[in-house]
T-cell receptor, first 107, second 113 residues
Framework: SQQGEEDPQALSIQEGENATMNCSYKTSINNLQWYRQNSGRGLVHLIL?????REKHSGRLRVTLDTSKKSSSLLITASRAADTASYFC???????FGKGTLLTVNP | DTGVSQDPRHKITKRGQNVTFRCDPISEHNRLYWYRQTLGQGPEFLTYFQNEAQLEKSRLLSDRFSAERPKGSFSTLEIQRTEQGDSAMYLC???????????FGPGTRLLVL
């Protein structure tokens, strides 16, 4: 069964706008990871946040984690057309991926 | 570092046939994972190895599926008596000792007719 569940299922924005997607999970975790998947490059790891961290940044990415609510968010700032992809959250080392958020960034 | 490679990239087979996929992880990565992904879904965990030991298998891995990693390097995933429901992308990933980040291969797309 899948642990992470992303929301929304699909998101369409204009280039330059910010995109926020959320992930909820069910059981206690050690860490949570975000991945991106597009047809050209397969599944790529973006960022990992540990259970004792609340926020983490990497370039245009900002991830938050709220273990009390069992939720995480991924913010992509100043989006680009190349950010068009499906984004997945996954818990712990070989968990469980959600169904993903399909982000479309329109030029 | 040449990344995780998978072979073949595409496989078309008839129902009832056996198929075998290969995964070559990043060198020195001791953990190797297999996932299955169908259209519109996230990857579903199948099994993982630490070195040559298969440490966990998902309930999705029926007795028709078997995975090996005999020397702790490359791995094979075999599906016997394939069914149409086995049609999916089969993904392999590897990770280095003590690190949770997984590096994924391009996948093998299986179509069972």
């Amino acid at each position: 069964s899948q642990q992470g569940e992303e929301d929304p299922q699909a998101l369409s924005i204009q280039e330059g706008e910010n995109a926020t997607m959320n992930c909820s999970y069910k059981t206690s975790i050690n860490n949570l990871q975000w991945y991106r998947q597009n047809s050209g490059r397969g599944l790529v790891h973006l960022i990992l946040i540990r259970s004792n961290e609340r926020e983490k940044h990497s370039g245009r990415l900002r991830v938050t984690l709220d273990t009390s609510k069992k939720s995480s968010s991924l913010l992509i700032t100043a989006s680009r057309a190349a950010d068009t992809a499906s984004y997945f959250c996954a818990t712990d080392s070989h968990g469980a991926f959600g169904k993903g958020t399909l982000l479309t960034v329109n030029p | 570092d040449t990344g995780v490679s998978q072979d073949p990239r595409h496989k078309i087979t008839k129902r009832g046939q056996n198929v075998t996929f290969r995964c070559d992880p990043i060198s020195e990565h001791n953990r190797l994972y297999w996932y299955r992904q169908t259209l519109g879904q996230g990857p579903e965990f199948l099994t993982y190895f630490q070195n040559e030991a298969q440490l966990e298998k998902s309930r999705l891995l029926s007795d028709r599926f078997s995975a090996e990693r005999p020397k702790g390097s490359f791995s094979t995933l075999e599906i016997q008596r394939t069914e149409q429901g086995d049609s999916a992308m089969y993904l392999c990933a590897s990770s280095s000792p003590g690190r949770e980040t997984q590096y994924f291969g391009p996948g093998t797309r299986l179509l069972v007719l």
